[in-house]
């Protein structure tokens, strides 16, 4: 979803340079005006939307946007009408519940062998959240709120460290963004053919064929070293 994508799904095609809403509260607030009233009714839709152009504008890399727009396409369908200054704690509290018992439907549907999609863990939901609580904070920064109903550990699920964790495919590009070198290689290589970490970290071991001489001790079991 780019930033076109989503002035077309808030309805802001027509709005944009400084017509934007939350521009224009900020240029009254500058003359040193009181806050129109208009900009009290600017929804979380359309400041999203004036928020991600900014994001662009100050040239976050392509990972970090790609991750921002995958929180937006969470965040949207709920908070899209919600005007920005009637977000409250109990509607981010809501949100977070609803995308919980979501996740519930969905397993249970998937127990009975339906084909359904993907469910978000407790920590995608709170980053979801996190990057509300960014937008929020530029609503408050603007006059727009009086604090930000999005911060705080209260505002989290429990998130539990998982065994194993994995990458979502949409988080792949900021984790590639985030790395360099040789570190960048191997996740390239792990995410695109698969290998598991053991593979990549020791080829010659995952093949049966250890380069050094000793015994190597691999999950209870001797391997053998090269003669």
């Avoid at 799904?9 to 005006?33: K, S, V, W, Y």
């Avoid at 009714?41 to 995958?70: K, M, N």
């Avoid at 590009?173 to 960048?184: H, K, Q, W, Y």
């Avoid at 001790?217 to 391997?223: C, K, L, S």
Wanted: hydrophobic share 35%; glycine share 10%; with cysteine.
């Amino acid at each position: 979803m780019n930033t076109k994508q989503l002035r077309h799904e808030t309805g802001l095609m027509h709005r944009t340079g400084p017509d934007l809403p939350g521009q224009t509260a900020q240029a009254e607030a500058g003359r040193g005006t009181a806050q129109a009233p208009e900009s009290r009714r600017i929804t979380f839709g359309e400041f999203a939307t004036e928020w991600l152009a900014r994001r662009e504008v100050e040239g976050l890399s392509e990972g970090t946007l790609v991750d921002v727009r995958w929180s937006l396409k969470h965040l949207l369908p709920f908070f899209k009408d919600h005007r920005i200054a009637e977000i409250t704690a109990q509607a981010v509290d809501q949100y977070k519940v609803a995308k919980a018992r979501k996740r519930t439907e969905i397993e249970a549907a998937r127990e009975k062998g339906e084909k359904v999609g993907r469910t978000l863990s407790d920590g995608s939901i709170n980053h979801t959240l996190r990057h509300l609580a960014q937008i929020l904070e530029d609503a408050l920064d603007y006059g727009l709120i009086q604090s930000n109903p999005a911060e705080g550990k209260k505002r989290r699920l429990p998130a539990k460290r998982p065994n194993r964790p994995w990458v979502e495919p949409e988080q792949l590009m900021a984790l590639l963004d985030a790395t360099s070198g040789v570190g960048r290689v191997l996740l390239g290589l792990l995410a695109g053919a698969g290998l598991r970490i053991g593979e990549s970290a020791e080829p010659a071991l995952a093949t049966g064929r250890p380069r050094h001489r000793n015994a190597v001790r691999r999950r209870g079991q001797d391997v053998q070293g090269c003669p």
